[in-house]
């Protein structure tokens, strides 16, 4: 079993960066994949990034390429997500998860009906 805790959410205005973490316990977190959803208000939950077991393969949801960087740190037990450029409809509570597996094949990384346990989430909110 995993516990996740998410945490470095805050208020950001237009245009700047915001870097979240994601702090797992036990010693099975480099068994797992890792990924972030994000759920606005009123929306339904969304994938943002994955990342293998390894940290070798990385996958992103079309509005996060080219300015969010996902990355994993298995000897802190830690999954990170870098968000540069931020907007207002970036604002969401964002979540990390465990995935089903240690790695990232197929599409399954877009649904988290594949990922087992999840963090609470940290709210971050993007000011125009």
């Known amino acids: 079993q995993v516990q996740l805790v998410e945490s470095g959410g805050g208020l950001v205005q237009a245009g700047g960066s915001l870097s979240v973490s994601c702090s797992a316990s036990g010693r099975t977190f480099s068994s797992y994949a890792m990924g972030w959803f994000r759920q606005a208000p009123g929306k339904e939950r969304e994938f943002v990034a994955a990342i293998s077991g390894s940290g070798g393969s990385k996958k992103y949801t079309e509005s996060a390429k080219g300015r969010f960087t996902i990355t994993r740190d298995n000897t802190k037990n830690t999954v990170y997500l870098q968000k540069n450029s931020l907007q207002p409809e970036d604002t969401a509570i964002y979540c990390c998860?465990?995935?089903?597996?240690?790695?990232?094949?197929?599409?399954?990384?877009?649904?988290?009906?594949?990922?087992?346990?999840w963090g609470q989430g940290t709210q971050v909110t993007v000011s125009s």
């Open positions: 998860a465990t995935f089903r597996d240690y790695y990232l094949s197929g599409y399954g990384y877009y649904s988290p009906r594949n990922y087992e346990y």
